[in-house]
């Protein structure tokens, strides 16, 4: 029996959704499409066509007149959502949720809040970055500096971030202050080598997932996407290597 027109529309309602969510939190332009197309077979639409980009995603369906687009204004990481989405379209496949209590899961997921707290996303940023020292083969007596210009620096960027529009340059900043602050304990002999403590600190600021899902995307095939996402962490490095810059000017 072929699929009514409405419950078409709320079919692509529930794909845009899922897609929308899973863009949001850090997935990857093919996982999306991927798992918009599952949606769309496990409710019995065979034929579906979907165009993903980090800021939108197309959608349409055959036996349906209409294309449905949705915009992508806001992107983070939280790979939980991502994986969530995944299993339920694994649900779906076999059969085991209806089209209502999907869209009620989908709904309920895309306004839960799920992210750990900004605490200890700062003490994991601030351990991270005394870790990622010693990785560099730094010292021992700078890994307390590095602890603290890390935390910092990252407390700064995810705070600033909520308040400042352009995320750039909350990221520029938030790498100045490590600078900074590297700058300080080294003058005050707290700290032995400024390079090292500067590069423990921001590792936490690079866009290492932003680089990865950028070489996925055109591994796919997904030019479009692999290149924007690529020139966004390729615009966050140079972001964060102005910041480290203008304090080096101080020297």
């Given at each position: 029996?072929?699929t009514s ?5 709320e079919?692509?309602d529930?794909c ?13 332009t093919?996982r999306?499409?991927d ?9 019995g ?6 165009f ?17 687009l ?10 939980r ?8 379209s694994?649900?779906?496949?076999s059969?085991e ?19 750990y707290?900004?605490f ?5 940023a601030?351990?991270a970055?005394g ?6 083969q ?18 700064c960027?995810?705070n600033l ?7 750039f ?7 100045f ?18 390079d090292k ?12 997932l932003?680089?990865t ?26 972001a964060?290597?102005?910041g480290?810059a203008?304090v080096?000017?101080?020297?």
């Amino acid at each position: 029996m072929a699929t009514s027109l409405p419950n078409i529309n709320e079919i692509m309602d529930v794909c845009l959704l899922a897609g929308k969510i899973m863009l949001e939190n850090g997935a990857e332009t093919y996982r999306v499409e991927d798992t918009m197309s599952r949606i769309a077979a496990g409710y019995g639409i065979k034929q579906s066509h979907s165009f993903v980009t980090p800021t939108g995603i197309i959608f349409s369906a055959d036996g349906s007149e209409s294309t449905k687009l949705a915009r992508i204004l806001e992107r983070s990481t939280d790979l939980r959502k991502v994986t969530m989405v995944n299993s339920l379209s694994r649900q779906i496949s076999s059969g085991e949720v209806p089209l209502a209590q999907a869209r009620h899961q989908l709904k309920m997921l895309e306004t839960a809040r799920l992210a750990y707290p900004a605490f200890l996303k700062v003490t994991a940023a601030a351990i991270a970055s005394g870790c990622f020292l010693i990785m560099f083969q730094g010292q021992w007596r700078d890994f307390l500096p590095a602890f603290i210009a890390g935390g910092v620096g990252y407390f700064c960027a995810v705070n600033l971030d909520r308040f400042v529009r352009v995320k750039f340059f909350s990221e520029s900043l938030a790498a100045f202050v490590i600078g900074l602050l590297a700058l300080i304990f080294v003058s005050l002999e707290i700290g032995l080598e400024m390079d090292k403590i500067i590069i423990g600190s921001v590792m936490p600021l690079v866009p290492g997932l932003l680089i990865t899902n950028a070489v996925r995307d055109l591994m796919a095939g997904h030019l479009v996407s692999g290149l924007s996402k690529g020139a966004e962490a390729f615009l966050t490095a140079f972001a964060i290597g102005t910041g480290i810059a203008v304090v080096f000017s101080f020297l």
